[in-house]
Every structure is written in C-alpha cells, then in structure tokens.
C-alpha cells in the first residue's frame, strides 16, 4: 500500500524535474523578478517615513503641467500660455517643455482609469519614477547580454537596480524628466547598439524612435546626438565600417533628426545648432564611405582607386569645411549653448553665467561625491574596461565610449553622474561576470584534471605531473572558493551601502525638513507647506508674489498665484530686476516692486532653526546675478574685508537691504537658542547686527510656525492730499 | 588596401615625381589634376634632388596601449581634477589646535560631500585605480600561458591590491562622513 502511496509521488517529482537549460531560464526569471521588485521598494522610503507627495522644485512645475493635461486635454496643452508665472510677461509652456514625462504619466493614469483603479494622479506621478526604474533594470538585463552574456545581463540589472547615482534622481516623489529620460537612453543605446550588431532595419527603426522618446522626455538628448557619431567615427577610424553600421547609424539618424523635430522646444536645432553638426558631418562622411566602398567595388586598377581615394577624400573634408564655416559665420548655425559648453570648458560658467554656476548641483565633482554614488563600482570600472579591451567588438567599443564620456561629463559636473551611472554599472558588471567566471573555471577544471590523469596510463612522468597537480589542485580550488566569498563579501558590503545611502541621503522631500531632536527624536518641519497652503487661502486671487526663483514653480503649484520668477529661469533680467529688489535699500526696491504689481514678497529664513539653504546664503548669489545686469548693484557694497557677514561688523549695506529687513524683522527680540543672546542667528552662528528694523512700505502678513517662510504684504501708496 | 585613411595628404612633388620616375607608363593616365598641374609648373623647368623620403605612416595603437592611457585618464578625474582646476582647493587644509595654538594639518575636508582638499582626491583616487589594477591581476593570473611562479605572484598582488584599496577606501569614507553607515 505504502509503495503504491509512493510511486505517484515520485513519478509527480519526476515530472517536475527540469532540463539544465529550463533550470536556467527559470533560475534567470526568478532573479529578474526579484531584481524588478527591489528597485521598486527601494526608492520608497520617503513615502513611508512621510507621505506621498512630490519633491524638491522642478516637480512641482511637472506636476502641475501634468494636472493640467489630465482636466484638459493634449491639444490644450500642446498651446498652453501660462499668465500665471513671470509676470508680467507669461511663459508659452507648450513651446518650452519636455513633454515625455507629463505625456507618460497620463498615459498610466488613463490606462489605470480604464481599468478602474481610480487613483489620483499625484499618485501617479509620485510613482512613476520608481516604475521606470525597474524598467531600466530589465534594459540593462537585455543590453548586458547584447555586449558580453547573460551573467553579466544579470549582474548589471541587479547593479543598477540599487546604485546610489540612480537613485538620486529617480526616487519615489522625484517626479522631474531624468527619471524616464535614464530609461529612454539606455533603451535607445540598447536598441541602436542592436542594430549595429545585427544591422536589420527593424532595430534600427527602433532606435530612432528610441530617441524621439528620449528627446521628448529630457534636454540630454544632446548627448546621444554626440556619442553615437562619435561612436561610428571610432568604429570608421578601426577600421570597422560594415554595412550594419551604414544601415544602423543612417537610419536612426535622419528618421531620428524628423522626428525629433515634432517637439516645439527642440524644434530645428537639429539643423541648425551646432551642437547637432556632429552628426550631421558624419552622416556625410558615412555617404563618402559608401561611395568609396562602392567605386572601389567597381575599380580593379588599386593604384588609379589609391589617387581617386585621395581626390574624394580632399574634396569631402573641404566642402565639409567650407559649409560649416559658412553655416556659422553667417548665423544660420549657432553655437553651442552656455550649458553645454561650460561641459567642454568647465571654467566657463564661472565667469560668464553666474545663474549656471550658482546651482549646487552644476559644481565640479570630489572624490567623495563619486565614491558615495559608486562605492565598489569604481574598483569594477577599470577592471570591466580591460575587459572590454581584451574582447573588442563593436558593442565593446560603444560601451567603452560611454562609459568614458559620461565620467568625464560626471567630473565636471555631480549632476551628471546620472548619466555616467548605468555605463559604469554595465561596465562593473562585465568585471564581476568575467572574474567570476574565471573563478568558476578554475572549480570545475579540477574535477576533469583528476579525471583525464586517472583514465591515462600511469606512466612514470604522468605520475610524477599528476602528484604535482593534485598537490596545487585543492590549493586552487580552495582559493578560488575563498575569493568567490570575497567577491560575495564585497558585493554585499555594495549592497548595504547603496541602502544606507538612499535612506539617509537621497530621501527626503526637501519640502519637509527633518531634524534630529533633543533625545534623539525625529522633528519634522512642514513650513513650507504650511505657507502655501496659508498664501492659497488667505490672498485675492489674483494676488502676486515676488520671491527668490528657487519657490516660484512651488508657489504656482501648492499656493496656485501668480509668481514673478520661477525656477525655469529663461528670463535673466527679469531675475535679475528681482535680485536688485531685494538688495536695495527698501524705498528703491518699493519702486521696483510697484512696477511690477507686486502684492507679497516671500522670503526663506533659517536663523531660527538652523536650516542653512535659506535667502541669507542664498543672497551673495542675488547681488551677483542683479549686479550683472545692473551696475548700480556692486558686490563689495556687501561684504566687509571680502568676507561675508550679518553681525554688527557687517556692512551697512547689508544691514539695511531689503531682504535683510525682511528676514530678520522682529527677529532681534527672540531667542534662539539657550545661553545666547535674543537675536542670535543659528545658521550662520552669529548675533545679528541690526536688531530695531522698521518696515515703511511693507508689513508682516504671515510667519510660519518655526519660522522659516515669512511672507510680507506691499502696503498700497498713501493717499496723497 | 587602406580605405579609411582620413588624412588624404596632398600629393607632394616628392613622391609624385617618385611614382613618375618609377611607373613612367602609368604617369600617362594619372587622374591627379595636382599631378598635372605640378607637372606643368614649376617642375617643367625645375629638376626636384632625388631623395628617399617616405610619408609617415600611423598606425592605430594597440588596446592594451589605448587602455593603460585611459587609466591614467581616469586616474585623474576620480580624484576630483577638474574640482581642484575650478575650485582650486587648497593642497591640504589646517587648523588651529584652540588650546597650544599650534597649527595642524587636516586631510579631509569636512562637513560636506561634495569638496575636496587636493591630496586627500589624489590618494583616493589612487586607491581606486590599485582596487581595479588588482582586478586586472587577478584575471591575468589566470592565464594559461604563464610560468606558475608568475601566476601565484601576480595572484597574491592581486588579492592584496584589492584588499587594501578596498580597506583604504572604506577608511576614507569613514573619516570624511563621521555618520557613515550608523
């Protein structure tokens, strides 16, 4: 009875045990499902410590264009004048956005609409980063395999599932274009570098609209529009030219160029930029290729193709030269733009556009940043290129290029480690599959020594040669077995880090600060909110608000008002009129301040709570960009001795400017902190100078609770009798 | 046959007169209107000195080449070069002991991420670059080809390299953020 009981149940286990190669594919699925889902969870911890709701600036402004594309419609949007930011001139959004994101998370919206998930769409938009990022790990799965096999495919997709550098700017709440835009690059060089290698229309049709949804989502496109013809010029130099690469490379271009030029905000510059001529030269010197490949095809005398090849050659290079020269001299091609030139020559932008050198985010990279963002990865990097160096092929060099663009462009500037992250992940997955399986080699290669030494005869030497082998066989074997636990050990020390990492740094709301208590509990601060929602709710309508550009995008989303400047900052004088407001003396700036309709002025203070990225530290930056403009304005005015200050020894300038006042109003009678004076300041760690301020032409409306926001009313003009 | 020499050099009156002297049949039907032109003048009445010039030649150098140059690149910007070529960091910074007024030599720069003293991006990025070179000695330990005292040498170099770049590192990290990891 028992045997009968047990015969099914091992005939059942018979029939579930797999081929190797179905071992494989599910042991590969199982690791791509966990890996999707662990780049979901990861970026969610601001969600859980706080709430669902969107981050940091940009956001906001994506948000609201988001918002206004779900209640109105494409075509509204698409011709979308916006009266209610820089006032008073308005800003034509339709013409100046990137619409990828906006259109994207609709997209899920009404897909999820229509499946009857009524959810919100901020929830949408607080999620779809996180969504694009699992996506990202399965491209990188694909192209992993498409460059070197299906380990390293692996390996890259769980090593950018949690990379810091990635992390960043694509965490739960981020809502800005770089979280779909990483995806929209890595699929586009997946595709093209596909189409490279198999050199079908198909893949390369793929890739041009690739880049048309690239080119929508994020102003980067500029950098596939150069690394890819830099790439077939490397290739064309080593002497790889194939017809895959014309097939590929022709293809995704001028499919790619057409389409791109449906977005409004790139428009022609495809044409006409010359931050696109790259690829334009080597469309055409890819024709010349095709043409000397082809008369060299028809000609058999070698030695009349050798001076035909010199002829043609000279004539391309010239003609190219004479139009580009012409294309620039007489405008029709402009030159490159401030911000992508200050990539090429990074002292640039301290110099000249003091508004790109005053983002934090634009600074030059230190080595702390890079190993914060990498941690093990840049051990790998190198390893991984001599790999890549050791197997040259056409997907090999690609890889190599952008890996070794993107980490110069990520010197240059820490925002764009971004994009140097999933090079340098693929790239550290080819080391880590490499090496391992060296090492696994090394495992397995014992078992068939022992083998092949016992089948032979046992001749004398053979003895002798299989003694020696079986003395360092365990030897190897055992090393190998203890560098694989290192290597665990080392990627397991990868792993805790990036977690620690995007818990401790690359979560928080920037809306809502946190601070650690007195017993160590955790304070949180929502004055930022609180003041929007205070200014949504207890101003007209069609009040204006005046403040540093960094709010605007926050204040027309959460207090829905009219703004003067926000952080799209297209309009130079127009900050800069606002930065000379606030550092003059108040009745110049009350002058200036009528002329714009101004009703509120909104100003960041931290001296009572410490937060130290407020209107003060911000202020240096005001005068610069206001003193840019208008020369009444000068630095020094400011400071005492070239140092920055707000105690009695600072300069009277700046003890009476406008924005002074309005931080520290009232400000001179409390106490912050135990055992200093009543207007001690605690983000700059000083006693304030100035502490009796009257205002003439402005009052205080409202502060909030810890006083970090503090919004003043423009009194209107007295009457005059 | 080269096909992809972008440098198309002018045809100089050396060597087109060399091609003439040698090949006089084939001068007849050169395609070159350089050639002809030059033929005409000045060298109908100028006799150029017989000399043995060749072009140079380049070649494309080797991986192993190209790849040692880009290390070194990398070298330099993970230790934060262009940081130091902007900010201009200085080499090292200091501070005053408060209680012998002494002054000390600090390392790291404090208090934030993203900054640099110019020694301290140096020696890390140094680390960095023996973390990946042991890497590469581990794989070519591996290599069939070798003497076995070579390979168990270049094997304990390896292991070695990558420990202490990794030791080092983690160490770096711990004095610059004094919350790492806690």
Redesign the interface.
Known sequence: MAAVANMPVSDLLKSFKLKTKQQELLIRVSILCLVYILAFITRLFSVLRYESMIHEFDPYFNYRTTLYLTQNGFYDFWNWFDYESWYPLGRIVGGTLYPGLMVTAALIYRILHFLRFAVHIREVCVLTAPFFASNTTLVAYFFGKEIWDTGAGLVAAILIAVCPGYISRSVAGSYDNEGVAIFALLFTFYLFVKAVNTGSLAWSLASAFGYFYMVSAWGGYVFIINLIPLYVLVLLITGRYSMRLYVAYNCMYVLGMLLAMQIRFVGFQHVQSGEHMAAMGVFFLMQVFYFLDWVKHMLSDTKLFQAFLRITVTCAVTVGTIALGLGMLSGYISPWTGRFYSLLDPTYAKDHIPIIASVSEHQPTAWSSFMFDFHILLFLFPAGLYFCFKRLSDATIFIVMYGLTSMYFAGVMVRLILVATPAVCLISAIAVSATVKNLTVLLRSKNKGVQTGSTKGSGSSKASSKALLDQSQPFQKNGAIALLFGAFYLLSKYATHCTWVTSEAYSSPSIVLAARGAHGSRVIFDDYREAYFWLRQNTPPDAKVMSWWDYGYQITAMGNRTVIVDNNTWNNTHIATVGRAMSSYEDEAIEIMRSLDVDYVLVVFGGVTGYSSDDINKFLWMVRIGGGVFPVIKEPDYLVNGEYRVDKGAAPKMLNCLMYKLCYYRFGEMLTEYGKPPGYDRARGVEIGNKDIKLEHLEEAFTTSNWIVRIYKVKPPNNRW | ?S????M????DPQSASNVAAADAA?AQ?????FFHILKLVPFSFLRPPRLRLKLPSFS?PS??T??SL??L??FM???????D???EPPGIGSTQDPATGAVRPVVFLPGR????YII??LS??FM??L??????L??LA?DKNRA?SIKVSY?IAG?SS?VI??VM?TL??RI??P???R
């Open positions: 046959m096909q992809k020499s972008r198309a050099p002018k045809p084939a039907f050169s395609m070159d209107p494309l991986a192993m190209v790849f880009i290390l690149t990398y910007v993970v230790s934060g070069f262009i940081y070529v902007i900010v991420v993203n900054g640099q301290e991006g890390s990025g960095f670059v973390g990946g070179i042991g890497i590469v581990l794989d591996l076995r094997s292991i990558i770049a990794y590192t770096f990290v610059k953020i919350g790492y990891l």
